[in-house]
């Protein structure tokens, strides 16, 4: 090719030397400069275009980088071969459809909703202006893979103290939530194990455990937790349980129960329990309930912990306790999962913890969901009648078993017209067959003091009358 | 059961309730009290005991609470039945093993380190105390569940801008981590995709998918790139590829190989190009690739970025771009997965982004990293003609082919001797034949420019005298 006629703007934004180079590039593929063709010389080409040699080389090797053009020294650049471009189609970039965004409600009952006026924002902001300081630069790299270890410390003693959980800062691991963990135990366990969970439960778990070449069987649950029983002639490696607290129905795991499940986990080498203790910290009557792996003497017990209800959700911190065995096999088969929480975060946590600030802030929030329980049970009195009451002496929740005739279907319309949004059990089962009358589950932790009345009544009246 | 002998402490400071209720619960765990038997009325216990009634009553409630005891109603208190102890054994919580610490290594060439000494930490400390305030409540609830959507559009703005990514905010979803989003890749591809890797490629990608069902097919890379023709033959649906900057050899995916590669995607409804754009932002000659997504017209490319590289990477935000139809199908299939970052910490970012502050800190970086480049190619100029060195344009390393008649090991170890830390790159190959002599990937974004002179030329005594 002796030479490109190339009209470049001098007045444009873009360099000259990008126009050439878009120039060639739009030429080649179009079709327009074939396969083998050498360009012209720099210096010819820079003449011919009255600009610098420099800026045709550089228009040149972004087309060498780009792999458009091969550049060999002293020979000149050739333009390479590509494929036709049947590739190219019709510009297909049609937005997505516009999500069914749903309208803000008078109040809602979601059971992950938490009381956001009590958080100690200027105690937290303190912490982070301390951690976020060029003397902690190293906290910018990737830490340890299990998390920081001044943050795990906090966790074992807290655990130790307010849990019975008896493990060292080396058996913890952190991650952001309770699914990224469970993901990572999925992964140690493999996809032969198959897994047993609560029915009604959280139904994560299961929606992730669905996603998995694994076998999920539901495990029936009544007023003492899980039936064990449900696990025979089952082929179940894993089951995961909610002892302290079940979620949704507030049952405590029973001791006869607890040995039962934990004999059975001692039938195989293979089998183990995923304690899931997400909101132990709140129980209104009576000390908390002891955790499961605090019974555990041969290591068969994972322990998941979570600091979205006693803290806050949005922040994303959650915890697993391994039993050694496991903690060996997964720092032989996982080391390369990094920390999914910021390192920065964590430290700010740890701060908060050792400063005795997390203890005081369970302790005032305890006083707060106790209140609120208490007021919603005096609330719900009026209509027992036709409302029946489960769970109620922990946790931020309580489910509601409704006598009115009205199906399930029928009662969550009676919420929406009222414009109040509640949450039917049936979104937490696997198994549609065992309910009898509609349940709804009703979490009041979001509801300030002030408003519960009015929320609760707003409720009850277009559910019953 | 007439009565029970109980020595309560009255000195101690665990509660006369909590006494009387571990005593009676081991006596029934260790089978002094056998199943079935009457508890001792309320009223007798606490005269028998000189406590009172209430007391005894907190200790009953709880041994209720807990499953060791049922309470009917005008009947009293009956101990359930549990199984036998078998179960208990011996103490079994040896500590862990210690962990294998590397002592400290005088320099550290990992690929994953950045420079810690610019990191803007005023400013970000600025923005993270504006959004920890007690006006912004409502983020500590959970958010969206694909990432904060004002995030997603400077995310959006900035991929345009950058990269020539054609996206809407609707279209990204933000994740903790690489790790964490490919996992939800996989879920969405199920476990009949198989996938084909970049070998060497980024080792971890590998090493998460070796641990799912599905199938993985190692692809060579060239100069140019994935050579795409080593797909032919293969039943792969999935190919994970880093066309701007391939890790670790830095090469650029030519445009040739871009449209065989869009070609074979467009071969089959089931087939996705997965696009890493790990560390685009920093490239010291010419202007940057553009990337793969931009050049796709059918929705075959998922366009996945991270601020480990541009930012820090302790902070653990990266996203992903979906194209529509695989969008459509994330929010039906996957809708329970809750976004992994910190709303608080999205939010920050958010505003260093709007705020132009990111773009300022890019700038500067690049400057920083590419003057640490130049020092390091120039400081290995003197031993060019042991050492060749790869992919010097571009990134926060390169890799270095040494030619001594030295081994990796033996080069490995000298380099420990001297106790520096270098990585071999067949800890990023999944088939160990290709590789012809020894070669080290260096990271050299880590060392400060004050000491990278030192670092280089110790390293480089150390391997080649």
Known sequence: MEMLSCNLNRESQIPLYEQLYTFIKDEIMEGR??????????????EFLKISQNTVEKAYEQLVAEGYVDGKARKGYFVLAYEDMEYVQVENRMPLPPKEEEPAALFNFHPSQIDTESFPFATWRKYAKNIIDQENQELLLMGDKQGEYTLREEIANYLYQARGVHCTPDEIIIGAGIEILLQQLILLFGNEASYGVEDPGYHVISHILRNYPNEVYPLEVDDRGVKVESLRGKAIDIVYVTPSHHFPYGSVLSANRRIKLLNWANGDTERYIIEDDYDSEFRYSGKSIPSLQSMDQTGKVIYLGTFSKSLIPSIRISYMVLPKGLMQRYQKELSFFQCSVSRIDQHILASFMKKGDFEKHLNRMRKIYRRKMEKTIELLKPYQAEVNVIGDVSGFHVVLEIDNNLTEEELMQKAKDANVRIYPLSNYQM???????????????????????????????????
């Open 33 to 46: 400069i074939p396969f083998g063709t050498k360009l012209p010389s720099k210096r010819k080409l820079s």
């Open 431 to 465: 198994e549609k067959s065992y309910s009898t009358r509609p349940r709804i589950i009703l979490g009041f932790a979001g509801i300030s003091e002030a408003k519960i009345e009015e929320a609760i009544t707003l409720l009850m009246e277009s559910l019953l009358r």
